[in-house]
């Protein structure tokens, strides 16, 4: 079972940036698609950005043009640059992965999708 383990998170001030990581066992990101969720208090979890095997990428609209999810398959790290953070950003980030056989697979932020998830990072902006 792939393990993914986030770090980054922690206290920011409203337009801040912050980078999170999350790393993977070697070659995970040869065989899986890659995304950011999160999960604010008393809300469900949704997904942010999810990046696919063929470098392709979708975000959520809230944080497009804002949000930057890249990896790094040297370091087997996959990397999210927040950017002009947003007290509604406050929540919990989690890391995600699914199984990707096919390299043209599309992009997809259903929650339902991913089956591997890390143990999360908070993520706090304060105004």
């Known amino acids: 079972q792939l393990q993914l383990v986030e770090s980054g998170g922690g206290s920011v001030q409203t337009g801040d940036s912050r980078r999170l990581s999350c790393e993977a066992a070697?070659?995970?990101?040869?065989?899986?698609?890659m995304a950011w969720f999160r999960q604010a208090p008393g809300k469900e979890r949704e997904g942010v950005a999810t990046?696919?095997?063929?470098?392709?990428?979708k975000y959520m609209d809230s944080v497009k043009g804002r949000f930057t999810i890249s990896q790094d398959n040297d370091k087997n790290t996959l990397y999210l640059q927040m950017n002009n953070l947003q007290p509604e950003d406050t929540a919990v980030y989690y890391c995600?992965?699914?199984?990707?056989?096919?390299?043209?697979?599309?992009?997809?932020?259903?929650?339902?999708?991913?089956?591997?998830w890390g143990q999360g990072t908070q993520v706090t902006v304060s105004s």
């Open positions: 995600a992965a699914r199984e990707c056989p096919f390299y043209g697979a599309a992009p997809s932020l259903l929650t339902v999708r991913y089956k591997i």
């Open positions: 990046l696919n095997r063929d470098g392709g990428t």
């Open positions: 070697a070659n995970a990101y040869s065989k899986h698609c």
